[in-house]
């Protein structure tokens, strides 16, 4: 306080900032240093930096005292980077081969990063070869991604000039000071950060072409998606191409038609899943062993309507920060919105009687089916859709029972992702620009999660601004067999809507106090679940979800009568099975059986038919040794899954 030390280090303080590490050390740098020159020991791995948290690049130079991390290119922060930087080196190709090609946008993606081009036509496999060709030379030169931040009105001149159109009309949505980015003659209008320069991308490749529109809305114009991929090292592209091999035979919609699940169709509406049979006896299936898992953790099955006066959508906040995504009609002069969530019929439950403490938690379960408006151009299978299903609840409980309460709901979600053996990772999401309610709920909503989180030891990355519109979330990924991440379960704690909704209880107290909501799902939407199901079993479900379970083959017409006895005391037993008494060859039935990959084929002959056994044949193609039925029926219910 105003003694010899403290005044040194004011004077000293002109000249010289403190930079605090991770590990709490601090360093004391010239004022003006770049990253990149006190980052020596990270530079094999190093490819940008979080400056206070925001990520920049390593050419940034420092101006005032700031924490600073590394961001590696092993992690999944520092790969975005590596991708979107290639995404960067492909315009520059696309601009130098096909100069009157138009830039839009080009980020990265889950597994590489894709650019759109206005073009006068599709792009060809040559065309890829040569762009290809071309950015691997700029690779070779190493080019410097150099950041300059200019006002928007100087942007908007320099693109105008290069006839970049869409440019322009994004810098109009954009604040006043933005930057761009070089490297060799190329400029793109870009937030970064960026590879220190070109040369770090050690594999690249370009994937595919497809038709896209622009800002995703069909009535724009066509524009020209080039995929491509890149990594740190050659030997995980390899990896990862045969990967992709390994998923074109699974898709989902290859393999939905083959297997006769399901169907959408352009006159029915896009993103709207018709389900086939066996498509609806396989979400049959999965809704059962969700209602009995719900139950078993003491929570209440709920239904609401599709349609809700768009009043209580106002009231809500969704008019007003959802509204994009919603679908409005007009009834009797009323106006409606249908459901794009499902938590105002919970909230009216809620609020149908007077609450004690004693009451909470109230945990309301609905397998609850929403609309929402996503874009034509990101519809795809059973993964982006406009109708689906979500295994949603929303628990209602006192401050105190928050922490157990959500790690209840981690407790859940890691059995249900053991039981179709997936692995997971966890993300937390934070405020995003449009929301609802007060910071300090916000504050106190993320102190919730993050301390879940602690209590469960779950290690976790941090999505900023990734939060829904009333309350900041946990994410959780799982793995499939391909380790391709999908987006499952979701837990949101909510502040907001019980205020709005003056939602209460009356506490020990005898004084009327807030409850808080928590918004969660387990698998999320049903459709999609389904999709990442079938790519991740490739077809082949374990016996317990497999919409057929067995099939019986008779060998000739014979053994028809032996067969039906058979086929009635399997369905009696609740076994799903199927027949073919065709009369064709047995080795044509069984070879369908495995197309179909029916987890059982039963062949009825005189043996069978004499010692009263079955003889099961695995779409493995292994044999089992004949077993009375009895037997047969014990060894199925043995495959169901125990949790
Ligand atoms: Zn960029
Ligand atoms: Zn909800």
């Known amino acids: 306080m105003g003694d010899a030390s403290s005044v040194s280090t004011e004077m000293r303080a002109e000249e010289q900032i403190t930079v605090t590490f991770p590990n709490g050390v601090k360093r004391s740098i010239p004022k003006g240093a770049k990253i ?12 940008a930096a979080q400056m206070n948290g ?64 206005d073009y006068d036509r599709a792009f060809t496999p040559q065309d890829l070869e040569k762009i290809e060709k071309r ?68 594999a690249f490749k370009l994937l595919n072409v497809s038709g896209t529109y622009w800002r995703g809305d069909a009535r724009n114009k066509v524009l020209q998606r080039i995929y491509g991929t890149a990594f740190p090292e050659p030997k995980a592209l390899e990896e990862y191409l045969r990967m992709l091999e390994e998923a074109r035979k699974r898709d989902h919609r290859k393999l939905g038609k083959e297997l006769d699940l399901f169907s959408i169709h352009e006159e029915a509406g896009p993103g709207l899943v018709i389900y086939h049979p066996k498509g609806a006896m396989l979400r049959t299936v999965l809704e059962d062993f969700e209602k009995k898992e719900h139950l078993k953790r003491g929570y209440q099955i709920v239904i609401g309507p599709q349609l809700l006066r768009l009043d209580l ?47 909470l938690p109230l945990r309301y379960f609905e397998l609850g089916t929403v609309h929402r408006h996503e874009k034509s151009g990101e519809l795809h299978g059973l993964l982006r859709v406009r109708g689906f299903t979500q295994d949603d609840a929303h628990i209602l409980c006192r ?33 995003p620009e449009k929301s609802i309610g007060a910071d300090e709920d916000w504050e106190r909503a993320t102190h919730a999660l993050l301390q879940a989180l602690k209590t469960k030891n779950l290690s976790f990355e941090i999505n900023e601004g990734e939060g829904a519109f009333y309350g900041p979330k946990i994410d959780v990924k799982l793995k499939d067999a391909l380790h391709r991440r999908w987006q ?50 490739a077809g082949a479900f374990p016996v317990w979800l497999a919409p057929i379970q067995a099939i019986l083959l008779t060998v000739t017409d014979r053994h028809i009568p032996y067969a039906e006895k058979i086929y009635a005391q399997l369905i009696e ?41 079955v003889s099961p044949r695995q779409r493995s193609g292994e044999g089992l040794k004949g077993m009375r039925i009895e037997d047969f029926i014990k060894q199925v219910e043995s495959e169901y899954p125990t949790i």
């Open 135 to 202: 950015a691997s030379e700029i690779i070779q030169q190493d080019l410097p991604f150099i950041r300059k931040e200019v006002s928007k009105e100087e942007a908007i001149q320099t693109f105008r000039e290069m006839g970049e159109t869409y440019k322009v009309e994004h810098l109009e949505e954009l604040p006043d000071r933005v930057s761009l980015y070089r490297q060799g003659t190329f400029v793109d209008l870009c937030e970064g950060p960026h590879l220190p320069s070109t040369g770090r991308i050690k």
């Open 573 to 613: 037993k609740g076994i799903r099975v199927e027949k073919d008494f065709r009369n064709e060859k047995l080795g044509f039935k069984i070879r369908e059986a495995q197309i179909q990959k029916i987890p059982y084929m039963l062949v009825m002959g005189d043996r069978e038919e004499s010692e009263e056994t």
């Open 399 to 431: 401050p105190d029972q928050l922490n157990d309460e959500i790690g209840a709901i981690i407790d859940f979600v890691d059995d249900v992702m053991k039981v179709f053996g997936f692995e997971y990772e966890v993300e937390l999401s934070t405020r």
């Open 313 to 359: 959508w106002k009231r809500s906040g969704h008019f007003e920060n959802y509204r994009d995504k919603m679908y409005f009609t007009k009834v009797e002069d009323a106006e409606y919105g249908i459901k794009p969530m499902n938590c105002l019929a919970h909230m009216l439950i809620y609020k149908s009687q007077i609450r004690s403490y004693r009451d």
């Open 488 to 537: 499952c379960a979701t837990i949101q704690v909510d502040f907001a809507m019980p205020e709005r909704f003056d939602l209460t209880y009356v506490g020990s107290d005898g004084e009327r106090h807030r409850p808080v909501m928590l918004h969660r799902v387990i698998l999320g939407a049903m459709e999609r679940f389904i999709g990442v199901l079938i790519e991740h079993y």
């Open 54 to 117: 925001v990520s920049v690049d390593l050419s940034r130079s420092l101006e005032k005292d700031v924490s600073i991390s590394f961001i590696s290119i092993q992690s999944r922060k520092g790969l975005e980077i590596l991708r979107h930087s290639a995404a960067h080196v492909m315009a520059q190709a696309v601009k130098e081969l096909f100069p009157t090609a138009k830039l839009t946008f080009g980020p990265s993606t889950e597994s590489g990063f894709y650019y759109d081009f």
């Open 36 to 47: 990149k020159e006190f980052s020596d020991q990270w530079e094999k791995e190093a490819v």
